[in-house]
């Protein structure tokens, strides 16, 4: 088993068929996309004085870059070789890099242009690395060689190291075999979305982590798969690139829906060129939800992930999303939806003891997706994985009918005056506020209760939200005592590069207040 074999299934099937665009300049076929793969693969196993002289299956080559049209040959032609990915966000500091290329021990790191000062920095943290410049002419060698035999692999075989984003310490290399990646594969078709060669998949959220394991699934079908030409997340030339081709689908995180719900609301903009919209990776507040369905239509579908279990905890399906006609629709849209194909998911007490429906405790998984573990991490593996399940750390409430809620991630829950606050709830009432663009409910230490609630909160342009106001919003909907007891209001909330709100930042502000 080698994912390298979905592409020369649909080389093969669908030689001629339009396979990757930058914009709307359309590049390969599907025949040449594997060409140029295989061609790869011969340069990354040492064919004809190859930079990859040397390389056995199993070693790691890392790529950090923003999304481009060489991702994707790159990646098959990583795996057509027998090697391991090692996809690094391109917004990382120079610094993480380097620890990245060094835990996993990298022999290749690709880059999109050429890295100066910081080559050596990298090649320091591992050694016998080789940098190459997908722009230079080492690179246009690679693709024009010739090709090899796809590498043979077993299902268990790791293919895609996937580092987490490290926001409460140093990140760790998610182990992700040819079999989590396939079972991935095949439950966006019964989950997510019935994918067809028609459809075109636009990367507009980083191709290192999730939007890039989407590819997976349109290779298979023969679908296009479309780079913006801004190699990032731009509304006007997403809809510009929507009409263009139509049946346009792709994945995005919460905030990039938002940005998209406000500009089409705003500009009265065609989005019927949008198939599909997969959002995760963050929470997805009711109101924000119930404006995006007015606002965009039925062209949205929930998941619910990690890196551990990659896209595929739960899915909210477009048909769920739609039936606002259900008694329980309110419920079930603020929910992440149901257990994907492939895997189980119960909620659990502390003991790991599964408990009955509408209590409150920890999500657990296991199935065909979940990691083989962290990379050379055995004691963070074992803590993780217990019993066959994976400890996600997030909590969550499961229905009668098996929709999961998250409340919040176990760290994040406010302990005061010993009972248990969940912010998510906080947040989604203080959101029904007009002039509330964004908020982030942390605890702050209190002397009396442990912790208290405050709130911070990012108004609309133009518009104030009175204190008084988010109180009586909070009374009117929540136990007195999960009310904050104090607003901070801010410009903006710090988040990382996939737009989670970064609550550690936040909390920092009380521990510099006690420094001053």
């Known amino acids: 088993m080698n994912l390298a074999q979905l592409l020369a299934r649909s080389a093969r099937v669908f030689p001629e068929r339009p396979a990757v665009a930058l914009g709307e300049q359309e590049l390969y076929s599907y025949g040449e996309l594997f060409r140029r793969s295989a061609a790869i693969a011969g340069k990354l196993r040492g064919g004809g004085g190859g930079v990859g002289k040397g390389l056995q299956p199993g070693d790691r080559v890392a790529l950090f870059m923003a999304n481009c049209p060489q991702y994707l040959e790159l990646l098959y032609g990583i795996w057509h070789a027998g090697l391991v990915a090692v996809p690094i966000n391109n917004k990382l500091h120079p610094r993480e890099v380097a620890f990245i290329v060094g835990h996993s021990a990298a022999s290749l790191l690709f880059v999109a242009s050429d890295p100066g000062p910081n080559a050596q920095t990298w090649t320091d943290s591992a050694p016998g690395l080789r940098i190459v410049s997908v722009d230079g002419p080492a690179y246009r060698q690679m693709s024009s060689g010739d090709p090899i035999d796809i590498v043979a692999r077993a299902p268990d075989d790791l293919a895609w190291l996937f580092y987490t984003s490290g926001t409460t310490g140093r990140p760790k290399g998610v182990m992700l075999s040819q079999r989590n990646l396939l079972a991935m594969t095949l439950c966006y078709f019964v989950d997510v979305d019935p994918a067809t060669g028609s459809d075109s998949i636009l990367y507009a959220a980083p191709m290192s982590h999730g939007a890039g394991m989407y590819n997976f699934a349109h290779v298979l079908v023969g679908a296009r798969h479309v780079v913006p030409a801004s190699g990032a997340f731009d509304v006007a030339e997403i809809l510009t690139l929507s009409r263009h081709f139509g049946q346009l689908s792709l994945f995005a995180a919460p905030t990039m829906v938002h940005r998209l719900v406000e500009h089409v609301a705003v500009c009265r903009a065609d989005c019927s060129g949008i198939k599909t919209i997969v959002y995760g990776g963050g929470p997805m507040y009711l109101e924000d939800i119930r404006r995006a369905l007015a606002v965009l239509g039925d062209r949205l579908v929930q998941i619910y992930g990690q890196g551990e279990s990659p896209m595929t905890i739960t899915a909210l399906s477009r048909q769920h999303l739609a039936d606002r006609a259900h008694p329980r629709y309110r419920e079930r849209i603020a929910s992440v939806g149901v257990a994907h194909s492939v895997v189980e998911v119960v909620v659990a007490d502390e003991d790991g003891r599964p408990l009955p429906a509408g209590s409150a405790g920890e999500v657990l998984v296991r199935g065909e997706t979940v990691m083989q573990g962290y990379w050379r991490d055995t004691e963070a593996s074992a803590a993780t994985l217990r019993d066959g399940w994976l400890h996600t750390g997030d909590v969550g ?57 405050v709130a911070f909160v990012v108004c609309r342009p133009g518009l104030l939200a009175p204190t008084e106001e988010l109180d009586r919003l909070c009374l009117d909907s929540i136990a007195r005592f999960k009310r904050p007891k104090d607003y901070v209001f801010v410009g903006a909330l710090p988040k990382n590069n996939y737009g989670k709100v970064l609550k550690t930042e936040l909390r920092r502000h009380w521990s510099q207040q006690r420094e001053n």
């Open 397 to 453: 409430v499961l229905d009668g009918d098996g929709f999961l809620t998250l409340k919040d991630r176990s760290k994040d829950v406010i302990i005061s005056g010993g009972a248990n606050i969940y912010p998510r709830e906080v947040e989604e009432v203080l959101l029904r506020h007009v002039a509330v663009a964004e908020v982030s409910v942390v605890g702050r230490p209190s002397a009396e209760w442990g912790e208290e609630v």
